[in-house]
C-alpha cells in the first residue's frame, strides 16, 4: 500500500526550470525504484527519468542534460529538477514507484507542466 503526491508543476516560460516533487507513503521508500513519465495531451506515456534504490539514474534522450532525477530517502522524495525548459515538454508529469520484486507499481495522480510564453 503506497501512495504517493507529485507537485511543483506550474506555468514556465521556454527556457525556465521548474523542480518537481514526488512524496511517498511506502514503508520501504529506500528499497524501491523511482521513475517519472509524463504525457502530452493526445499522446501515449512515456518515460523520463528513472533512479534505482541504488541510486544509478537514467534519462529519456529527450532529456538528457537538462533534467535531473534525484531522491532522498530520509525525507521519502523523489525530484525532477527541468531546465531549459521547452513548449514540447509540456505535459502531465507522474511518479511511479517499483518494489524490489517488480510485480508491481504505484502511481501518483500527475502535476501539470506547461511551458509557454
Known amino acids: 500500500q503506497v501512495q504517493l503526491v507529485e507537485s511543483g508543476g506550474g506555468l514556465v516560460q521556454p527556457g525556465g526550470s521548474l523542480r518537481l516533487s514526488c512524496a511517498a507513503s511506502?514503508?520501504?521508500?529506500?528499497?524501491?525504484?523511482m521513475n517519472w513519465y509524463r504525457q502530452a495531451p493526445g499522446k501515449q506515456r512515456e518515460l523520463v527519468a528513472r533512479?534505482?534504490?541504488?541510486?544509478?539514474?537514467s534519462y529519456a534522450d529527450f532529456v538528457e542534460g537538462r533534467f535531473t532525477i534525484s531522491r532522498d530517502n530520509a525525507k521519502k522524495t523523489v525530484f525532477l529538477q527541468m531546465n531549459s525548459l521547452k513548449p514540447e515538454d509540456t505535459a502531465v508529469y507522474s511518479c511511479?514507484?517499483?518494489?524490489?520484486?517488480?510485480?508491481?507499481?504505484?502511481w501518483g495522480k500527475g502535476t501539470l507542466v506547461t511551458v509557454s510564453s
Open positions: 511511479n514507484a517499483v518494489p524490489l520484486s517488480e510485480t508491481t507499481s504505484y
Open positions: 511506502a514503508s520501504s521508500f529506500s528499497i524501491y525504484h
Open positions: 533512479i534505482s534504490s541504488g541510486g544509478r539514474r
